[in-house]
């Protein structure tokens, strides 16, 4: 197989941020190459349903190519590597693949799974890579109060996600709806802000009152929170 190696990306490391930067510069060098608007689709690699995958992500498009970001590649099931595999010249022709891993880059090239498997091993050879910073910075509420007001949903959801791998959850949870009552009450949208203090009336009532994980409970909240139309005033 034979392709252009520019169409295919690897990002690999354990810092998040700088992960999400990596990707942020190659969708821009991306974009800047072409004159049409492309469209972008993202996949969880532990989440992919092959025929969704097939019918969204590699159907061919006539009047616009594609960025198709896996990401936590890792976890790919060995039916999607199989099929990427099979079909990589066809997929590459028409779309640039972004793969995204959670590991350090050259623990990841010694990996006994990369290097027995005939797709990584593969894919390896032909991507352009990028090697995210190996050291991970420990997160910190901060960093989520910065994505709550960039309007960050997937940099929330994973800070989210460390803050309580770190914390204990009975001391964690409070904390983390604390900040996002403080951030609702500075929209200036009396609508919105109504509606939202709703859904966290909701979230804390489904904690305290019915149980719910509150890690869970808060994961849904940030998804309300953010489907609001005034979401960037949160």
């Avoid at 190519?65 to 595999?85: G, H, M, Q, T």
């Avoid at 891993?101 to 990028?130: G, H, M, T």
């Amino acid at each position: 197989m034979v392709s252009d190696p520019r169409r295919v990306f690897i990002v690999a490391g354990l810092d998040f941020l700088q992960r999400k930067a990596s990707l942020n510069a190659i969708k821009s060098r991306i974009l800047q190459q072409k004159s049409t608007q492309l469209n972008i689709l993202t996949f969880y690699g532990k989440e992919i349903d092959i025929r969704l995958l097939e019918e969204h992500a590699f159907t061919f498009s006539f009047d616009r190519e594609k960025i198709v970001i896996i990401k936590d590649a890792y976890n790919l099931s060995r039916e999607i590597r199989e099929f990427l595999l099979q079909n990589y010249k066809k997929i590459v022709s028409t779309n640039y693949i972004i793969l995204e891993i959670e590991r350090d880059y050259f623990q990841l090239r010694r990996d006994k799974k990369i290097v027995n498997d005939k797709f990584f091993s593969f894919i390896f050879r032909q991507a352009v890579s990028f090697k995210a910073v190996s050291r991970q910075r420990q997160v910190s509420l901060e960093d989520f109060k910065r994505s709550i007001r960039k309007k960050d949903l997937s940099s929330s959801l994973y800070f989210l996600e460390k803050l309580f791998e770190r914390g204990n959850t009975r001391e964690m949870g409070p904390l983390i709806l604390g900040i996002l009552v403080r951030e609702t009450a500075y929209s200036n949208n009396f609508f919105d802000k109504e509606k939202k203090f709703s859904h966290l009336w909701e979230a804390d009532r489904a904690i305290k009152e019915k149980g719910i994980d509150t890690k869970l409970a808060i994961e849904l909240l940030l998804a309300k929170l953010f489907s609001s139309p005034a979401a960037a005033e949160i």
